[in-house]
């Protein structure tokens, strides 16, 4: 037999927006994440679900930095892809934006089976911020989408089953401390993409695990999975179990019945096959199945109401059309964690390919036409024995290196000594990030920052931490051993590191804004904002570069500074801090609706309506945050401006 599979890089160029550097201060404070319910809710639940649903939420983002320094002005980019293709279907991924498979063509139809998005344009809705939309994307570490949406993953050429080459994507996943791996493979003449995932727990610990494969595909379709009940979550924050297809008057199954944005997670029977999929008018769509460790499913809609459309407009250009996302999971819900025993693995095997059947009739017939279909071209044995196939070969070595992720791995696999074989996390991928955590592990002390640039990043995990309580106590080492101690919950110790090490710090601004951190999450805006206002002037009066990392650390000291300063009444220093940015940070959207902030608290009305009628994009504007909407309400009676409505969900 005559292998055609090939796998070969090229270059996609899309308007793209600058990502810009990652924030240099410690995510002390995690982003809002919407996916939280109301206690009320849990005691209805399965108790399978309940007890999954309170194991081990996030709390913190630390290690991982927020990204939040990109804006919105588009202009044509190069992107490095990877291509596996056969004579059937052909796949393009974006090795350096999360493993992102952008595009899903099968070529004898010429069907783009995915939602294609036309530019790249990053939002705030990963866990750590920057997100782009379409495609298909790896979730990995906890509920939300993952903090590498926006990093680069090893990729490589690795022999496959059959005598095929797979593309093979990974990395170590940093908020859990989890290497996993994404295998995707094209047999000969087939219709389906195969995705063999594995994630390891190398540690002597039970760790925390998350898992959702996210399927961007145009709204214009309905969407069917083998159920006859979901349970709803919406951004009310209440998850309540609903019968499938509708409710409340209107068939959700078509992603324009729901009017805001909405989650319907799938309870799909234990004895049905698992797989969702979307059909257009036409019957044509795209399905994706697996083995039954991925049971999960889901139906994620942004409503026909404004406030989608609004998101749906932000997140592409002009002209485009809608999405939805079909996604399949671990758990039933993406409220869930799962517990992943020590020195143990979980692997599945996904299959995503073309499907046609009618979509029209009642919810039994559609589904059960659609299942036979699937059943017709993808047997679920077939499925099976696939994944049988892959194993022996997860632990195959690449043959050929197609991209770099970070060098945290390699990092991480020194101080462990972890065997990690088919994943290699060499020491050439180790740099400047991890210079300082490697000389602390060889030599039992932290090197103090250049002062070139704002201080690295901090490692939390415990045992990181230990090493940090037991190497030389410098003012830096202080500050990264606090970061340590706020990320395990030790408040206390951690601010007393940080007062510890401030008589002799230079600079200041770094330990007075963790511990402005801490006055403000204890509530004590009085001191927390006096100390916001301190480290401010210490950054502004320290000699540093006029690189963009140090512009991206005035622009988010002085944002929080500002924000602390007006929470405590003290308008005339948050004056003061605004003054001191430069003009053409000012004019940034997330600082023209500060302005506005400030303008209302100084009494100024008017000025802070011509704000708004001046107009302005908050390009970091959080998934649910409804900032802009509460803030035009204390302006005004007149309904929100549409181009000011990210609302998603009932006022």
Same mark, same amino acid.
């Given at each position: 037999?005559?292998?055609?599979?090939?796998?070969?890089?090229?270059? /996609?160029?899309?308007?793209?927006?600058?990502?810009?550097p990652?924030?240099p /201060?410690?995510?002390?404070? %995690?982003?809002?994440?919407?996916h939280?319910?109301?206690?009320?809710?849990?005691?209805?639940?399965?108790?399978d679900?309940a007890r999954?649903?309170?194991?081990?939420?996030?709390?913190?983002?630390?290690?991982?930095?927020?990204?939040d320094?990109?804006?919105?002005?588009?202009?044509?980019?190069?992107?490095d892809?990877?291509?596996?293709?056969?004579?059937?279907?052909?796949?393009t991924?974006?090795?350096?934006?999360?493993?992102?498979?952008?595009?899903?063509?099968?070529k004898?139809t010429?069907?783009?089976?995915?939602?294609r998005?036309?530019?790249?344009?990053?939002?705030?809705?990963?866990?750590?911020?920057?997100?782009?939309?379409?495609?298909?994307?790896?979730?990995i570490?906890?509920?939300?989408?993952?903090?590498?949406?926006?990093?680069p993953?090893?990729?490589?050429?690795?022999p496959?089953?059959?005598?095929?080459?797979?593309?093979?994507?990974?990395?170590?996943?940093?908020?859990?401390?989890?290497?996993?791996?994404?295998?995707?493979?094209?047999?000969?003449g087939?219709?389906?993409?195969?995705v063999?995932?594995?994630?390891?727990n190398?540690?002597?610990?039970?760790?925390p695990?998350y898992?959702?494969s996210n399927?961007?595909?145009?709204?214009?379709?309905?969407?069917?999975?083998?159920?006859?009940?979901?349970?709803?979550?919406?951004?009310?924050?209440?998850?309540?179990?609903?019968?499938?297809p509708?409710y409340?008057?209107?068939?959700?199954?078509?992603?324009?019945g729901? %009017?805001?944005?909405?989650?319907?997670?799938?309870?799909?029977?234990?004895?049905?096959?698992?797989?969702?999929?979307?059909?257009?008018?036409n019957?044509?769509?795209?399905?994706?199945?697996?083995?039954?460790?991925?049971?999960?499913?889901?139906?994620?809609?942004?409503?026909?109401?404004?406030?989608?459309?609004?998101?749906?407009q932000?997140?592409t250009?002009?002209?485009?059309?809608?999405?939805?996302?079909?996604?399949?999971?671990?758990?039933?819900?993406?409220?869930?964690?799962?517990?992943?025993?020590?020195?143990?693995e979980v692997?599945?095997?996904?299959?995503?390919?073309?499907?046609?059947?009618?979509?029209?009739?009642?919810?039994?017939?559609?589904?059960?036409?659609?299942?036979a279909?699937?059943?017709?071209? /993808?047997?679920?044995?077939?499925?099976d024995?696939a994944?049988?196939a892959?194993?022996?070969?997860?632990?195959?070595? %690449?043959?050929?290196?197609?991209?770099?992720?970070?060098?945290?791995?390699?990092?991480?696999?020194?101080?462990?000594?972890?065997e990690?074989?088919?994943?290699p996390?060499?020491e050439?991928?180790?740099?400047?990030?991890?210079?300082?955590?490697?000389?602390?592990?060889?030599?039992?002390?932290?090197?103090?920052p250049?002062?070139?640039?704002?201080?690295g990043e901090?490692l939390?995990?415990?045992?990181?931490?230990?090493?940090?309580?037991?190497?030389p106590?410098?003012?830096?080492?202080?500050?990264?051993?606090?970061?340590?101690?706020?990320?395990?919950?030790?408040?206390?110790?951690?601010?007393?590191?940080?007062e510890?090490?401030?008589?002799?710090?230079v600079?200041r601004w %770094?330990?007075?804004?963790c511990?402005?951190?801490?006055? @403000?999450e204890?509530?004590?805006?009085?001191?927390?904002?006096?100390?916001?206002?301190?480290?401010?002037?210490d950054?502004?009066?320290?000699?540093?570069?006029?690189?963009?990392?140090?512009?991206?650390?005035?622009?988010?000291?002085?944002?929080?500074?500002?924000?602390?300063?007006?929470?405590?009444?003290?308008?005339e220093a948050?004056?003061?801090?605004?003054e001191r940015?430069?003009?053409?940070?000012?004019?940034?959207?997330?600082?023209?609706?500060?302005?506005?902030?400030?303008?209302?608290?100084?009494g100024?009305?008017?000025?802070?309506?011509a704000?708004?009628?001046?107009?302005?994009?908050?390009a970091?504007?959080?998934?649910?945050?409804?900032?802009?909407?509460?803030?035009?309400? @204390?302006?005004?009676?007149?309904?929100?401006?549409?181009?000011?409505d990210?609302?998603?969900?009932?006022?």
């Amino acid at each position: 037999m005559v292998v055609v599979t090939t796998i070969r890089r090229e270059v /996609l160029t899309l308007p793209a927006a600058d990502l810009g550097p990652d924030n240099p /201060l410690p995510a002390l404070r %995690p982003l809002d994440e919407m996916h939280h319910i109301d206690d009320r809710d849990k005691a209805d639940l399965p108790r399978d679900m309940a007890r999954q649903i309170g194991y081990a939420p996030l709390t913190s983002l630390l290690p991982v930095r927020v990204r939040d320094c990109y804006g919105r002005d588009r202009v044509p980019r190069p992107l490095d892809t990877l291509v596996i293709e056969n004579d059937r279907l052909r796949a393009t991924v974006l090795p350096g934006l999360g493993g992102r498979i952008v595009s899903l063509l099968h070529k004898p139809t010429r069907r783009e089976l995915l939602y294609r998005n036309p530019v790249l344009q990053p939002a705030n809705f990963a866990l750590n911020g920057a997100w782009y939309s379409g495609g298909i994307e790896w979730n990995i570490g906890a509920t939300g989408h993952t903090t590498l949406s926006c990093a680069p993953l090893h990729a490589a050429r690795v022999p496959g089953p059959d005598g095929t080459d797979m593309l093979r994507l990974w990395e170590w996943e940093r908020l859990r401390d989890l290497p996993f791996q994404v295998d995707l493979w094209l047999p000969d003449g087939s219709d389906f993409l195969y995705v063999g995932v594995r994630v390891r727990n190398p540690h002597e610990r039970p760790v925390p695990a998350y898992w959702w494969s996210n399927i961007a595909v145009p709204e214009e379709c309905r969407v069917l999975a083998p159920a006859s009940e979901a349970y709803h979550f919406g951004y009310e924050r209440r998850l309540r179990r609903v019968p499938v297809p509708a409710y409340d008057g209107a068939d959700r199954t078509y992603p324009l019945g729901s %009017p805001y944005a909405a989650d319907y997670f799938y309870d799909v029977p234990a004895r049905r096959r698992p797989w969702i999929a979307t059909l257009d008018e036409n019957g044509h769509g795209l399905v994706q199945t697996s083995t039954d460790g991925l049971r999960g499913r889901k139906l994620f809609v942004w409503g026909h109401l404004p406030g989608g459309r609004r998101w749906q407009q932000w997140l592409t250009e002009p002209g485009t059309g809608g999405y939805c996302e079909i996604q399949a999971g671990l758990a039933r819900t993406q409220l869930e964690h799962v517990r992943l025993e020590e020195h143990s693995e979980v692997t599945w095997l996904e299959a995503y390919g073309p499907l046609d059947a009618d979509p029209e009739g009642g919810w039994d017939a559609v589904v059960g036409r659609a299942e036979a279909r699937l059943e017709a071209v /993808l047997p679920a044995a077939d499925v099976d024995a696939a994944h049988s196939a892959w194993l022996p070969h997860a632990d195959t070595e %690449p043959t050929e290196t197609l991209a770099a992720g970070s060098g945290w791995g390699a990092l991480e696999v020194l101080r462990g000594g972890f065997e990690l074989p088919g994943t290699p996390f060499p020491e050439a991928t180790l740099g400047a990030q991890q210079e300082p955590w490697l000389a602390l592990l060889r030599t039992g002390a932290l090197p103090g920052p250049s002062g070139e640039r704002p201080p690295g990043e901090s490692l939390v995990a415990p045992h990181w931490r230990d090493m940090l309580e037991t190497a030389p106590a410098r003012p830096h080492t202080e500050y990264h051993l606090g970061v340590a101690q706020w990320h395990a919950g030790d408040r206390a110790q951690a601010v007393r590191s940080w007062e510890r090490a401030l008589p002799l710090a230079v600079p200041r601004w %770094p330990l007075l804004r963790c511990l402005a951190v801490a006055d @403000r999450e204890g509530g004590h805006a009085e001191r927390a904002a006096e100390r916001y206002a301190e480290a401010f002037d210490d950054l502004c009066r320290e000699p540093h570069g006029d690189g963009p990392e140090w512009a991206a650390v005035t622009a988010a000291l002085g944002r929080e500074a500002i924000e602390a300063l007006l929470a405590a009444g003290r308008t005339e220093a948050a004056r003061a801090v605004w003054e001191r940015l430069l003009p053409e940070m000012r004019e940034r959207g997330r600082f023209r609706l500060i302005e506005a902030a400030l303008l209302l608290a100084e009494g100024r009305t008017s000025e802070a309506r011509a704000v708004f009628d001046a107009g302005f994009e908050v390009a970091d504007l959080r998934e649910g945050d409804e900032v802009i909407g509460r803030l035009w309400a @204390r302006l005004t009676d007149e309904p929100l401006p549409e181009r000011y409505d990210f609302r998603m969900r009932p006022s």
